[in-house]
């Protein structure tokens, strides 16, 4: 959306003094620990982020691609359900805030009454929350200057207030299992909405087919990314869905990460689940479009045939030029043309 562009600025600019006086190999050496445990399986049972230093190179490091990873999903779910906008988001594991500015860049934080969305932000970490309530408050944008930042234990025993969204980014790699499925539990709960974001691993992939079970089972509905709550078409162990984010990387992205490329893929799963009324796309792009001469093959999970590819050839006319433009995780066909192929 062209809304997420002033909010992509703002966090830019609030990250581009982070990491002033801090030595480049005590940050290079936070992230290598960070990258480690984040790919990791084991639950730590401890927050990663321990001091101030950790969390500067966390945020520089990760912050701008979980952004992107949220406001992917969270577009998809503003698709689903255009005529929808929180007025109230509790971001679980929220660490530096990069969920709360990812709904900011899609709703713009006033509902039509006029209202100021109400935002809090619960971590175990309380360095991460000092770090997000300082960017926060100089981004000059009211839904995450007036959040509320709180630390809070993540897990079995954890209570949610009542809320339109609640969303779970990159949390439930560091919970056992029985932790995950009390928070999944209490979010369904609490939310209307329940957003969750993981890795675009595989086990990043199996965590949130198991939250998305728990939250079908707790009565909500998958608006995005399937286009069905029916059981996942993909036979375990064969595959996995992830989508990608593309990341701009700054200058400071790139002293922390290392590297020359302006941008890099941020690799995500997700699952959107919603109490009201909700369109999930007919189909969805589950891979890289393929090109050959004259056709288009697309990967595509469907609300009826499960996983299948489709053919889109020059015959189909505005089709294939849609085709054409389509990008992994796009709906399909789009909404402009007519047909399927």
């Not at 941020?266 to 909700?278: L, N, P």
Request: charged share 25%; aromatic share 6%.
């Amino acid at each position: 959306m062209n809304a997420s562009l002033p909010t992509t600025e703002a966090l830019r600019a609030a990250l581009a003094g982070l990491l002033d006086g801090l030595p480049p190999s005590q940050a290079a050496q936070a992230v290598e620990r960070l990258i480690s445990n984040y790919r990791g399986t084991t639950p730590t049972g401890t927050p990663l982020l321990r001091d101030r230093s950790d969390v500067a190179a966390y945020a520089a490091y990760r912050m701008p691609a979980t952004f992107e990873a949220v406001r992917s999903a969270l577009d998809a779910l503003a698709e689903a359900a255009p005529g929808w906008a929180p007025g109230s988001h509790v971001d679980v594991g929220g660490g530096t805030g990069a969920a709360v500015w990812a709904a900011e860049a899609i709703w713009t934080g006033d509902d039509d009454g006029g209202r100021r969305r109400a935002t809090s932000v619960l971590d175990w970490a309380e360095p991460a929350l000092t770090l997000g309530r300082e960017l926060a408050a100089g981004s000059g944008l009211p839904a995450l200057r007036d959040a509320e930042w709180r630390r809070t234990r993540i897990g079995t025993g954890l209570k949610l207030p009542e809320c339109d969204l609640v969303t779970v980014s990159y949390v439930l790699n560091e919970l056992s299992p029985a932790d995950r499925a009390a928070l999944v539990a209490e979010a369904a709960r609490a939310g209307q909405a329940v957003v969750i974001v993981e890795p675009g691993t595989p086990d990043g992939y199996e965590r949130v087919i198991a939250a998305r079970d728990l939250l079908i089972g707790a009565g909500l509905r998958v608006a995005a990314p399937c286009p069905h709550s029916d059981a996942c078409p993909i036979e375990p162990g064969t595959d996995w869905c992830h989508f990608a984010a593309r990341v701009s990387r700054s200058s400071l992205h790139r002293q922390v990460k290392g590297g020359s490329l302006a941008y890099e893929d941020e690799k995500f799963s997700y699952v959107a689940a919603v109490r009201f009324d909700a369109e999930p796309v007919r189909a969805r792009v589950t891979r890289k479009p393929q090109t050959r001469k004259g056709q288009m093959l697309l990967d595509l999970c469907t609300e009826t045939d499960g996983l299948r590819r489709e053919t889109v050839s020059k015959r189909h006319g505005p089709l294939y030029r849609a085709a054409r433009d389509a990008s992994w995780g796009d709906a399909w066909p789009p909404h402009d043309t007519s047909g399927s192929g």
